[in-house]
């Protein structure tokens, strides 16, 4: 779910302006999972420009506080939340912390990155949702190794995949977002980014984006 429709509207704008989210339904992008894509979203480029990624940490700090109120500390996802994590929890005045796709190999083998104490209330930031598996990967990290209290997950951007969904419903998860695929090919639409045709294909994508092609 977004928060605010003007916030999500505007990030939007602000992600197509920098070009974090590329739309090219002429040429689709192949996933890592395989899939082809007419979109690609990268939001770690939002971390290359102050006044955005200000905007967005302020925003998702906001968030985060309407939500759930203050908690104990804010985890990312590694690696492609760390950087707008590290900005949120700064806003926030919270510890940081930062979860790995999975335990390392040497060390002390650990999977969450910092400093946190069992039972703490934690809000996780994720850059993007797509499937939502490697989100809710983190978060059971952060159940198992610390016994955290998950208020729930707050993202710049997902897909909304009906898969996703059903991820997060079945783990229990709350998940809030500054801006979602709707928002995002309307806003691309109506600032003449897309055209008529191009508009339906992203519609179309969106779908059954495992079996589409772009026939």
């Avoid at 916030?7 to 890592?32: D, S």
């Avoid at 069992?118 to 996780?124: D, K």
């Avoid at 998950?150 to 977002?177: C, P, R, W």
């Avoid at 109506?190 to 992203?202: Q, V």
């Amino acid at each position: 779910m977004i928060l605010d429709e003007q916030n999500a509207k505007k990030t939007a704008e602000l992600l197509l302006q920098i070009k974090a989210i590329k739309l090219n339904p002429q040429t689709p992008f192949t996933w890592a999972s395989g899939w082809k894509s007419p979109i690609y979203c990268d939001n770690r480029i939002v971390l290359s420009y102050p006044s955005i990624r200000n905007y967005v940490a302020h925003e998702i700090a906001k968030g985060i506080e309407v939500k759930w109120g203050k908690p104990d500390v804010i985890a990312g996802v590694a690696t492609g939340a760390i950087g707008i994590g590290i900005l949120v929890a700064d806003v926030l005045g919270l510890p940081f912390v930062y979860v790995r796709p999975e335990p390392k190999k040497h060390g002390r083998k650990n999977q969450i990155e910092g400093h946190i104490e069992q039972h703490q209330n934690v809000v996780v930031v994720e850059d993007l949702i797509s499937t939502g598996k490697s989100s809710i990967n983190a978060v059971n990290a952060l159940k198992n190794e610390a016994q955290a209290r998950i208020k729930g997950m707050f993202a710049i951007f997902t897909y909304g995949f009906d898969t996703s969904v059903e991820n997060f419903k079945d783990q229990h998860i709350d998940l809030v977002t500054l801006s979602d695929y709707e928002h995002l090919i309307q806003q691309a639409f109506e600032t003449n980014y897309l055209n008529n045709k191009e508009h339906n294909t992203l519609k179309n994508w969106r779908i059954d984006p495992a079996n589409w092609n772009n026939k």
